[in-house]
């Protein structure tokens, strides 16, 4: 069992920056792929980012070039770097561990709100 805490989520104008974390306990992420999803009012939860156990990464065309996603194995964390952020990246954000058919354990989520 894996337990996934986001934090760093908040009120921000468009433009600014926030970085969400992501906090696991019960399992090392070591060995995990994880990604980041959101989930906007009135939309389906769609994937953000992923970092592969390897350090590899992949973006959402929308994300590409303003967001990244990092790892700290010592943290047993995840992170995701968010520049440039505009009114659209509104949406609870959520972290996840990715297995061989999709997510396997999510967070609770925390709320990204990125005022105009």
């Known amino acids: 069992q894996v337990q996934l805490v986001e934090s760093g989520g908040g009120l921000v104008q468009d433009g600014g920056s926030l970085r969400l974390s992501c906090a696991a306990s019960g399992r090392s992420l070591s060995y995990e792929s994880m990604a980041w999803y959101r989930q906007a009012p009135g939309k389906q939860r769609e994937l953000v980012a992923v970092i592969t156990r390897g350090g590899g990464s992949n973006y959402a065309d929308s994300v590409k070039g303003r967001f990244t996603i990092s790892r700290d194995s010592a943290k047993n964390a995840v992170y995701l770097q968010m520049n440039s952020l505009k009114s659209e990246d509104t949406a609870v954000y959520f972290c996840?561990?990715?297995?061989?058919?999709?997510?396997?354990?999510w967070g609770q989520g925390t709320q990204v709100t990125v005022s105009s």
């Open positions: 996840a561990t990715i297995g061989a058919s999709g997510p396997t354990y």
